[in-house]
Nanobody, 121 residues
Framework: QVQLVESGGGLVQAGGSLRLSCAASGSIFSVNVWNWHRQAPGKQREEVASIDNGDLTHYLSSVKGRFTITRDYAKNTVYLQMTNLEPEDTAVYYC???????????????WGQGTQVTVSS
């Protein structure tokens, strides 16, 4: 199967930066789209950013200009560079990937385990 492993979360002061990584492993034919989501306490999960096979990106309006999503095709890894962080960015961040596994050749979505990002004021 396919596994997603995230890293890079932590505690940072407002105005600081963090970079999240999410690596996919397993029987992968292709990763068609990567997404980053976040869920703050008491709030619904929201999509923060996405990047597709054409490197087309989309961002949540509140993070535009501060967050950058990129991908490494060779490593099946996606990154989320977060700058000028605000306390409102505090949440558990999850990556997900729209994958074509080589075992099934059908589109499936897989999720990472989540990583905590805490921004102190």
């Amino acid at each position: 199967q396919v596994q997603l492993v995230e890293s890079g979360g932590g505690l940072v002061q407002a105005g600081g930066s963090l970079r999240l990584s999410c690596a996919a492993s397993g029987s992968i034919f292709s990763v068609n789209v990567w997404n980053w989501h976040r869920q703050a306490p008491g709030k619904q999960r929201e999509e923060v950013a996405s990047i597709d096979n054409g490197d087309l990106t989309h961002y949540l309006s509140s993070v535009k200009g501060r967050f950058t999503i990129t991908r490494d095709y060779a490593k099946n890894t996606v990154y989320l560079q977060m700058t000028n962080l605000e306390p409102e960015d505090t949440a558990v961040y999850y990556c997900s990937a729209g994958v074509i596994p080589s075992t099934t050749l059908t589109f499936q979505r897989f999720w990472g385990q989540g990583t905590q990002v805490t921004v102190s004021s």
